[in-house]
Nanobody, 123 residues
């Protein structure tokens, strides 16, 4: 069993930055693909970014490409999402997720999820 705990969310002004972190339990973290997703009220959960077990091949949703950076530290069992040039949008909960089989952008491909951290960008 893997437990994921997100942190770093909050209220930020448009154009600002936030750094989300996800701490994973367990000794097999370094074998998982890790992703970030977000979900606004009344909407489906959507893919934001993913990174492979080695830290290579980061991949981003078009909506965040060039503004967000995903990274991981396998020694610390953490994955981060550095968000810059944030746009005023409907508040969303950002989720960290672990995929044990492959690196994917699909919600269905993830086996473990955190509880999420709220991000609100004000205009």
């Amino acid at each position: 069993q893997v437990q994921l705990v997100e942190s770093g969310g909050g209220l930020v002004q448009a154009g600002g930055s936030l750094r989300l972190s996800c701490l994973a339990s367990g000794r097999t973290f370094s074998t998982y693909g890790m992703g970030w997703f977000r979900q606004a009220p009344g909407k489906e959960r959507e893919f934001v970014a993913v990174i492979s077990w080695s830290g290579g091949r980061p991949y981003y949703a078009d909506s965040v490409k060039g503004r967000f950076t995903i990274s991981r530290d396998n020694a610390e069992n953490t994955v981060h999402l550095q968000m810059a040039s944030l746009k005023p949008e409907v508040p969303a909960v950002y989720y960290c997720a672990a995929a044990t089989k492959w690196v994917t952008v699909s919600v269905d491909g993830y086996d473990y999820w955190g509880q999420g951290t709220q991000v609100t960008v004000s205009s």
